[in-house]
């Protein structure tokens, strides 16, 4: 008899799946992202972007990527450099703004965040989150260490978060909470994965007040609103399930970043969900964040007589 042992499924473990010779896109493939995840690049429909009046335009969503630019513009304003003033505007990838025309020309990889610079000509592009932030931080002179060595050490924690958050966000954020349905390999193994980069970083801060040592970075401004938000409990309610507090230095450099004025401020930006109080869809002004929040913008109706 033939030997099956290499073909027999596994008690109670579900058939593989085994891919075609030619992949095709399956347009009903599920997930929570499926009406706006494609295969190809380019717009989608003509629209144009609208430009306001500051130097910097921001077109933006307050995911944790969106998250890192706020906080920059924020952190820069907060420290006195007055030629930071930017325009913020609400991009919502879920209704496939990204894939508008003129969003397309500033960032033909139809991701958030992107900006543009109107202070130089021609006007600059800047696309991709970590560029963002080293565009700024050499054009201010700020939140880069001068020290050789701590700014290298900040440029090697951008670069790690750039390659470690997508096992985060599109690994194990997708599979344990947007996916159509559970799959236990996928979980355990991104799961394993962001515990161990949890440990990177708690075994790193245990010996240093931030990520490049004793000064607080774009390397911070880059980890913080991924690996803090974590840490805090704010992303895929995933807190019980990793056992985020054990992670106890990594909590408390989050909370301090936290503590921050302008931290505060960069994650209300371009917000769209959650306490309307803590929702700054654009920020065209310092006084946004007093004046046009969504619980100042939209007021609970008043009661029905009864």
Not at 62 to 85: C, D, R
Not at 163 to 176: C, K, N, R
Not at 287 to 299: A, H, I, M, V
Request: avoid cysteine; hydrophobic fraction near 40%.
């Amino acid at each position: 008899m033939a030997d099956t042992e290499d073909t027999e499924t596994p008690e109670n473990q579900p058939p593989g799946y085994e891919p075609p010779a030619v992949w095709t896109w399956d347009k009903e493939s599920g997930g929570r992202f499926a009406s706006i995840n494609r295969p190809i690049a380019g717009p989608t429909h003509d629209k144009e972007l609208p430009v306001g009046k500051h130097p910097f335009q921001l077109y933006s969503l307050a995911t944790p990527n969106g998250v890192k630019a706020t906080l920059m513009f924020e952190e820069l304003l907060e420290a006195g450099h007055e030629g930071a003033e930017y325009d913020a505007w609400l991009i919502n990838i879920g209704d496939g703004d990204q894939f508008g025309s003129g969003y397309v020309d500033i960032n033909p990889n139809s991701k958030i965040p992107v900006m543009v610079d109107h202070s130089v000509e021609p006007k600059q592009r800047v696309f991709e989150s970590a560029s963002i932030l080293l565009y700024l931080s050499e054009k201010f002179d700020a939140f880069l260490p001068k020290d050789h060595a701590a700014r290298t050490e900040a440029i090697n924690w951008l670069m790690w978060q750039m390659g470690s958050a997508p096992y985060l966000g599109g690994g194990f954020g997708h599979f344990y909470a947007y996916a159509p349905m559970k799959i236990e390999y996928a979980i355990d193994r991104f799961a394993m994965e962001v515990k161990r980069q949890l440990d990177v970083l708690d075994r790193h801060l245990a010996d240093n007040d931030y990520m490049a040592g004793s000064e607080y970075s774009i390397a911070d401004i880059a980890i913080w609103p991924w690996y803090g938000g974590l840490a805090k409990g704010l992303l895929y309610d995933s807190a019980e399930f990793l056992q985020v507090h054990e992670y106890k230095h990594v909590n408390r450099w989050a909370d301090a970043i936290m503590a921050r004025p302008a931290a505060q401020r960069g994650r209300m930006v371009n917000r769209a969900w959650g306490d309307p109080a803590t929702q700054l869809h654009e920020r065209h002004d310092a006084s946004d964040f007093e004046l046009r929040t969504q619980d100042k913008l939209e007021p609970e109706a008043e009661p029905s007589e009864m």
